[in-house]
């Protein structure tokens, strides 16, 4: 069984930084994709940051040039740098990894941005 557990969310004011972390529980390296997500209240959870095995790096229109996704293989964590947060960058945050069969998700994580 599979658990990603995240931490690092809060609150912090419109233009600040935050760094979310999520500890996988065993080893990173089989998964097939790794990334956070967020969801708003009324809105559907959307794709912030994916590091797919083996390929590139895609992130959401909204955040690029704001966030940095990186993944520690010695640590099982993947990691999500969150500069110049804007008031809508307000939601739960949720870490996420697949394998060819299964999704995983954390718990969540808020993280809140004030104007």
């Known amino acids: 069984q599979v658990q990603l557990v995240e931490s690092g969310g809060g609150l912090v004011q419109a233009a600040g930084s935050l760094r979310l972390s999520c500890a996988a529980s065993g080893s990173i390296s089989r998964f097939n994709a790794m990334g956070w997500y967020r969801r708003t209240p009324g809105k559907q959870r959307e794709s912030v940051a994916v590091?797919?095995?083996?390929?590139?790096?895609v992130y959401a229109d909204s955040v690029k040039g704001r966030f940095t996704i990186s993944t520690d293989n010695a640590k099982n964590t993947v990691d999500l740098r969150m500069n110049s947060l804007k008031p809508e960058d307000t939601a739960v945050y949720y870490c996420?990894?697949?394998?060819?069969?299964?999704?995983?998700w954390g718990q969540g994580t808020q993280v809140t941005v004030s104007s």
């Open positions: 996420h990894a697949a394998t060819q069969f299964f999704d995983y």
């Open positions: 590091i797919p095995s083996g390929g590139s790096t």
